[in-house]
């Protein structure tokens, strides 16, 4: 045989011996995958907390107000609004004979979880309640609280935390309260060819002054209203001037001032009387809380308007309180309410006669 005839029948040996090994390998059915086996339903994780919070305590379902002992997590006294709310929780404790232990946090965040910490240890106390510095960074005490058997009730300020962890919160819509404050501001500020505004805002982790801004940002585009200056005077008459004052060394090109509470709004009086300005004149001023101060100032006719937010909260925090300690399940909200009143009502002196704060 030829050489080239050999090697064409080597050639074909090959290609043949390779076609029938790769046959003989042709990968075989791939095995079957296992039988589709339901796959392990996967375990919700446990949740923080899963059980809402319903357990009552040991007196329940015939728990008094009594029985009571409450631990209270006040923010500090930074103003008109506090020293009511305060003197609510005091007042009404004696009234309703419940025994009322008060932590005054100075409006120092690490002050207050401390105070909530002491409350968790202490065997006599079977309620806590907490008006929030800051929404955030309630979680991990709340579970302990709750591990303790203890019942939380918020007041005042919402905080950012499972509503099981808590029993239910008692306080405003700051939101509705920043929306009446922008619809209020657009009236004060109509036919006004400019609407810069200028806006004090409370301390900036709290959900007083989170809420009442996104609701004035909410409600001030229906008239045109532009936000020009917005800055913390953490809810103090003093810091509140300072800051107004700073603006008036930039600018004096301004309609209106939306401070989120009445103190800010005070600073703010002082500041533009002081620049040479007549305040609720030349500048319109709006203030929320509706204190005794805010009358006094719409009297005087240096502030336009001042949008309430009711501090007397104490009776429907004991109640709720007395309910959740006799097991019953609570409204995660209640919400307080509240109005809206105005340097031009002609009322005006007999509604400040009847006001408590
Ligand atoms: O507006 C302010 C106080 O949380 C609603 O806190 C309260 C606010 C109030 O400092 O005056």
């Known amino acids: 045989m030829n050489k080239k005839l050999l090697f064409n029948f080597l050639a074909v040996v090959m290609l043949a011996s390779l076609i029938l090994s790769a046959c003989g390998s042709a990968p075989t059915e791939a095995p079957a995958a296992p039988a589709e086996t339901e796959a392990p339903a996967a375990t919700e994780a446990p949740a923080a907390t899963e059980a809402p919070v319903t357990a009552g305590l040991a007196c329940a379902p015939?728990?008094?107000?009594?029985?009571?002992?409450?631990?209270?997590?006040?923010?500090?006294?930074?103003?008109?609004?506090?020293?009511?709310?305060?003197?609510?929780?005091?007042?009404?404790?004696?009234?309703?004979g419940l025994t009322l232990k008060f932590y005054d946090s100075q409006n120092?965040?690490?002050?207050?979880?401390?105070?909530?910490?002491q409350f968790i240890q202490d065997p006599e106390v079977n309620v806590i309640v907490l008006a929030a510095l800051e929404t955030t960074g309630w979680e991990e005490v709340?579970?302990?609280?709750?591990?303790?058997?203890?019942?939380?009730?918020?007041?005042?300020r919402r905080i950012d935390a499972p509503e099981t962890l808590y029993s239910t919160y008692i306080g405003s819509d700051f939101a509705l309260e920043g929306r009446k404050a922008a619809e209020e501001m657009c009236k004060l500020l109509e036919g006004s060819e400019s609407k810069k505004v200028w806006e004090l805002v409370g301390n900036v982790g709290s959900s007083a002054a989170?809420?009442?801004?996104?609701?004035?940002?909410?409600?001030?585009?229906?008239?045109?209203?532009?936000?020009?200056?917005?800055?913390?005077?953490n809810w103090s008459a003093?810091?509140?001037?300072?800051?107004?004052?700073?603006?008036?060394?930039?600018?004096k090109d301004v309609q209106g001032i939306f401070a989120q509470n009445d103190e800010m709004g005070f600073g703010a009086i002082e500041a533009l009387k002081?620049?040479?300005?007549?305040?609720g004149v030349d500048v319109k001023i709006l203030s929320v809380d509706a204190t005794a101060g805010a009358f006094k100032a719409m009297l005087a006719g240096e502030l336009n308007v001042t949008v309430e937010c009711n501090p007397l909260l104490a009776p429907q925090v004991y109640e709720a309180a007395l309910n959740a300690a006799n097991g019953e399940e609570l409204p995660a909200w209640v919400p307080s309410q509240e109005g809206v009143f105005r340097s031009d009502d002609p009322n005006l002196q007999e509604i400040t006669d009847g006001r408590t704060y």
Not at 142 to 156: C, H, M, P, T
């Open 62 to 96: 015939n728990c008094q107000y009594s029985d009571l002992v409450i631990g209270f997590l006040q923010t500090g006294s930074e103003g008109g609004w506090r020293a009511a709310n305060t003197a609510s929780f005091k007042e009404t404790a004696e009234q309703l």
């Open 108 to 117: 120092d965040l690490a002050k207050q979880v401390a105070g909530f910490h």
């Open 142 to 156: 709340l579970q302990e609280a709750k591990d303790a058997g203890k019942i939380v009730v918020i007041e005042d």
């Open 210 to 233: 989170k809420d009442r801004g996104q609701g004035f940002r909410e409600g001030m585009t229906a008239c045109g209203i532009e936000i020009v200056n917005s800055q913390t005077g």
């Open 238 to 251: 003093t810091e509140g001037k300072q800051v107004t004052e700073a603006w008036l060394k930039e600018s």
């Open 274 to 279: 002081e620049a040479g300005l007549v305040p």
